[in-house]
């Protein structure tokens, strides 16, 4: 297998990746969705709540606030020693919010929750979480836990995880009369016009939506697009709880374990039928 990252900051990553087949890509995909863990918000205690908004609608609204995780600090609530429903200082944190509206109407954003541990903070300090009138009050103690995408999507560590074939583009200069149609129909700015040639100029950026080859007038057309077999682009948009490359190294550990599991189940399966 070879990669390239093609692009990397904060909290997106995009990659080249050759010699690997479409169940493989796939499977890293659905492990990052499913299995890499992150914190959120798991339970709330609502000790005063006189705004009009229901707590369950609160404690849902606080669920969804992604949470930077310290993964090397917690252990999933399964697998720590504690076994206690409540959890313990290695599988639990608990922040706390108290906001009063003295002056008048507010609004109460995810940055007034306090938290037990610094690491473990909202992604993002101006997600709205209720809107308070004067003198209204809003106490609650709320518990994050680790948890996994596959029991419920807060605990997704991406926003966005997808893959797609490596584009292959074509241009046959005997057909191609310079036209420039397939240039203008592009919705992904692919090609560029440059005197009497066509060029690719961004090729990652093509969507295989085969409207340039629509667009092409000459028989047989000038232009094909097609793709490289077992080469492809992979996208991860991190919610903001783990960097995009701490959640691919984590999806490979846990695909390479689940993997190992299954051989080790299939070997098992053959020495009792022997
Ligand atoms: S297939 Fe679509 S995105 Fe790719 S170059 Fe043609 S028009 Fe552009
Ligand atoms: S539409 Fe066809 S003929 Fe016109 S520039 Fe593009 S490839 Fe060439
Ligand atoms: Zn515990």
């Not at 929750?113 to 993002?124: A, G, I, W, Y």
């Not at 051989?263 to 039928?273: L, R």
Request: proline share 4%.
């Amino acid at each position: 297998m070879e990669i390239k990252v093609l692009e990397k900051d904060d909290k997106n990553m995009r990659l080249w990746i050759k010699g690997v087949d479409v169940p493989y890509v796939n499977a890293l995909r659905r492990v990052i969705i499913s299995e890499v863990p992150c914190m959120a918000i798991d339970e709330v205690v609502m000790l005063e709540n006189s705004s009009i908004m229901q707590d369950e609608t609160i404690a849902h609204r606080l669920g969804l606030v992604p949470l930077k995780t310290d993964l090397d600090s917690y252990n999933l609530p399964e697998d720590c020693k504690c076994q206690s429903e409540f959890g313990c200082n290695l599988c639990r944190v608990t922040l706390i919010l108290d906001v009063e509206a003295k002056e008048g109407t507010r609004s109460v954003y995810s940055g007034e929750l306090v938290s037990e541990n610094k690491e473990v903070t909202p992604v993002s300090d101006t997600i709205p979480i209720a809107k308070l009138a004067k003198e209204q009050k809003l106490r609650l103690e709320a518990y994050a836990r680790l948890g996994k995408g596959k029991n419920h999507a807060k605990w997704q560590p991406v926003s966005m995880c997808a893959y797609k074939y490596f584009p292959k583009i074509q241009i046959s200069s005997k057909h191609c009369d310079s036209c420039g149609k397939c240039v203008d129909i592009c919705p992904r700015k692919v090609l560029a016009k440059t005197g009497d040639k066509i060029e690719v100029k961004d090729l990652v950026a093509c969507t295989l939506c085969q409207d340039c080859v629509e667009a092409c007038s000459q028989d047989p057309k000038a232009i094909q697009v097609g793709w490289e077999e077992n080469t492809f682009i992979f996208s991860l948009e991190s919610s903001g709880a783990l960097k995009p490359d701490r959640i691919l190294k984590e999806a490979v550990r846990i695909l390479d374990r689940q993997l190992k599991e299954f051989e080790g189940q299939i070997k098992v399966k053959k020495s009792e039928e022997s």
